[in-house]
Structure formats: structure tokens, C-alpha cells
T-cell receptor, first 110, second 113 residues
Framework: RKEVEQDPGPFNVPEGATVAFNCTYS??????FFWYRQDCRKEPKLLMS???SGNEDGRFTAQLNRASQYISLLIRDSKLSDSATYLC???????????FGRGTSLIVHP | EPEVTQTPSHQVTQMGQEVILRCVPI?????FYWYRQILGQKVEFLVS????????KSEIFDDQFSVERPDGSNFTLKIRSTKLEDSAMYFC???????????FGEGSRLTVL
């Protein structure tokens, strides 16, 4: 099983749609979780950290389910500018090496 | 806003040549990383660096690779004898504390011919 798994997509949605991405991780000792955004040929940029209680930042909501080793990202009211690849990142305790999933591609069309 | 800077932005080299990629991390960062991303693939961990020494490295980081922080500011990745499969985007990243988000540079694109 891969350490961090994501559906690569692409998810092709109209403006205004709600879209959800999922991510699973294999190491139960993982302690920190993030969603990053990556535009084509650019560096990853932090979208949001994911906390056990779930957290929201504007149109973005992240959830963590430690029992199922599962993280989600919900984007409401999609904008054209949300088109990007969304990377799930998990860091385990100890050495704390952030490990990236392959990313989920989102295309928002008019 | 402070940022991580990387040079060169793009380097083209012949197979077998040595390449040095440079990074200037944010000044209050203590933990440093190199990642690479082959076109169309995921971001892969290469090496982490703390307190002037390697703290962990991946299987990719073989004897052809080395890292240094020669002057307390620059953080370099050297590839001694490049191979075609070393063609990728190389990202430097840092963070201030023991945990938390990584701050990435814009990357150095390496093309090996």
C-alpha cells in the first residue's frame, strides 16, 4: 500500500460546484496532515493544515479521520482560479518527513 | 514576506556532468529539505538537513547526491555525475520548528541531455 494515496482525477466541474477530494495514508503513527496546492510547473503552496477536529477556511473545509486513516478536502462554490493540483501531505512522528500524495487534478470550467 | 530562493531556475547539462543547485532558506528556519518532482509524477523526498548534518535521506539519495550548508545561509544539492533520469524539478524547502508546514522555493528545473 502506498504511503499516501489520492485519486489523480481529473475532476472536471463547473463554476459554483462543490467538489470533494479524499486521501488515505498507511502509517498510523502519522501526526501532521496538510493540503497543498500546486499550479502547473510551480512549487507546492500550503492550502491548509488539517486538524483532528476538522477545520474550515472560507470555501475550504478539511476533515481528518484517524480511525480510518483518511483525510478529505471540500471546496464549495468553485472558482476558475481553483483549477490546480491538490496535494495531500502526511508527516509521521519521529523523523517528521512530509510525504506527498500524487495529487488530485481539479479543472473548473465556466 | 520572506521567501525561499533557488538558483538556477533552469539548468541544462550533459549526462555525466556535475550540477550544483543552490537554495537560500528563510533566515529563521532550522530544518531544510530537498525534494524532486519528475514531470507528471509526485513530489518525492530526497533528504532532510538539521544542525548542519543530514537527518534523513531516501533511497533516491544515493552516493551521487550530496548536500552542504557551507556558509550558514546557502544550502546546496550536488549531483556528481548526472543521469538522464535525474531530469526533474528540484525543490528546496524549510520550516522553522520541529513540526509544521514546509515553505518551498520556486524550484530548479534540471534537464539532462
Amino acid at each position: 500500500r502506498k504511503e499516501v494515496e489520492q485519486d489523480p482525477g481529473p475532476f472536471n466541474v463547473p463554476e459554483g460546484a462543490t467538489v470533494a477530494f479524499n486521501c488515505t495514508y498507511s502509517n498510523s503513527a502519522s501526526q501532521s496532515f496538510f493540503w497543498y496546492r500546486q499550479d502547473c510547473r510551480k512549487e507546492p503552496k500550503l492550502l491548509m493544515s488539517v486538524y483532528s477536529s476538522g477545520n474550515e477556511d472560507g470555501r475550504f473545509t478539511a476533515q481528518l479521520n484517524r480511525a480510518s486513516q483518511y483525510i478529505s478536502l471540500l471546496i464549495r462554490d468553485s472558482k476558475l482560479s481553483d483549477s490546480a493540483t491538490y496535494l495531500c501531505v502526511v508527516a509521521r512522528g519521529g523523523s517528521y518527513i512530509p510525504t506527498f500524495g500524487r495529487g488530485t487534478s481539479l479543472i473548473v470550467h465556466p | 514576506e520572506p521567501e525561499v530562493t533557488q538558483t538556477p531556475s533552469h539548468q541544462v547539462t550533459q549526462m555525466g556532468q556535475e550540477v550544483i543547485l543552490r537554495c537560500v532558506p528563510i533566515s529563521n528556519h532550522l530544518y531544510f529539505y530537498w525534494y524532486r518532482q519528475i514531470l507528471g509524477q509526485k513530489v518525492e523526498f530526497l533528504v532532510s538537513f538539521y544542525n548542519n548534518e543530514i537527518s534523513e535521506k531516501s533511497e533516491i539519495f544515493d552516493d551521487q547526491f550530496s548536500v552542504e550548508r557551507p556558509d550558514g545561509s546557502n544550502f546546496t544539492l550536488k549531483i556528481r555525475s548526472t543521469k538522464l533520469e535525474d531530469s526533474a524539478m528540484y525543490f528546496c524547502a524549510g520550516r522553522p520548528g520541529a513540526t509544521g508546514e514546509l515553505f518551498f522555493g520556486e524550484g530548479s528545473r534540471l534537464t539532462v541531455l
